[in-house]
Nanobody, 115 residues
């Protein structure tokens, strides 16, 4: 079992920055990847960014060049640095951990980009 604790969401003006963090606890063996997804109102959940055990990251096209994912294995934590935020980035952001054949989701943290 893996438990996830997310933090860092909030309200920010367009062009601003936020840093999300997600700390995992529990059985951390066989972790394959850690990442962030988001779901805007009325939309499906979508990948934002993820990083695997080799440190290879992938990003949604809409966030490339603005968001950076990083992972601290010693702390079992994944971060999402979000810069140059746009109103269309407004969504609930969820942390996801893939462990073996299972995946685990955080409760989500709201990010609102508005003036």
């Amino acid at each position: 079992q893996v438990r996830l604790a997310e933090s860092g969401g909030g309200l920010v003006q367009p062009g601003g920055s936020l840093n999300l963090s997600c700390t995992a606890s529990g059985d951390m063996r066989y972790i394959k990847s850690m990442g962030w997804y988001r779901q805007a109102l009325g939309n499906q959940r979508e990948l934002v960014a993820s990083v695997n055990n080799r440190g290879s990251a992938r990003y949604a096209d809409s966030v490339k060049g603005r968001f950076t994912i990083s992972r601290d294995n010693a702390k079992n934590t994944v971060y999402l640095q979000m810069n140059s935020l746009k109103p269309e980035d407004t969504a609930v952001y969820f942390c996801r951990v893939v462990r073996g054949q299972a995946d685990y989701w955080g409760q989500g943290t709201q990010v609102t980009v508005s003036s």
